[in-house]
């Protein structure tokens, strides 16, 4: 049972749509959230085809709802014929109420943003992976730049002396 579930991902384009690699740079990333997406049929289709971009998506807040701005799904050209596809257009994200008004909290009180950090399919589903967000400033930036070297020489070093031994 096991082996026709994995082969059932593979052929619905399996794992990762798009990831936002710029917001671990950018921002703090705090609590995640899965959030489904409300989308249109020719979205969906070229989504499958590898046409979707959340590099410049933020999530906000509208009359307690939940909303997805600027992610690009580049329409396929035979999909969308009889549609006037606007590739940037808001989509809306689906999410519990509990869930719901607690972002609401964290966001209009604390100040944090809510940033997408990845786009993937879960049993022919496209979700979307929410981050409660702080930005950074830019001596943070360098910080965690610097701690990354840091944990990649170590490696290396720990790597070259158990292979010595």
């Known amino acids: 049972m096991a082996g026709t579930k994995k082969a059932k991902d593979t052929e619905s384009g399996g794992g990762t749509i798009a990831l936002n ?13 899965e959030a489904g ?9 070229a989504i499958r085809a590898g046409r979707a971009n959340i590099g410049d998506a ?19 050209i035979q999909a969308s014929t009889h549609v006037v596809a606007d590739d940037r257009r808001t989509r809306k994200l689906l999410l519990h109420r509990h869930e719901i008004d607690k972002l609401i909290g964290k966001v209009e009180r604390d100040g944090y943003t809510l940033v997408p950090t990845a786009m993937y399919w879960k049993s022919n589903k496209v979700k979307l992976e929410l981050a409660l967000a ?20 170590k490696q290396r070093a720990l790597r070259h002396r158990n292979k010595d031994a």
């Open 37 to 45: 997406l409300a989308l249109q049929g020719w979205e969906l289709k």
């Open 134 to 153: 702080k930005g950074k400033q830019e001596h943070d930036k360098r910080d965690s730049a610097r701690d990354k070297d840091w944990q990649r020489e």
């Open 21 to 33: 690699r710029r917001a671990r740079h950018e921002y703090a990333l705090g609590d995640r959230y």
């Open 58 to 76: 933020y999530a906000l807040v509208r009359g307690g709802e939940l909303f997805l701005f600027g992610a690009q799904v580049t329409p396929l």
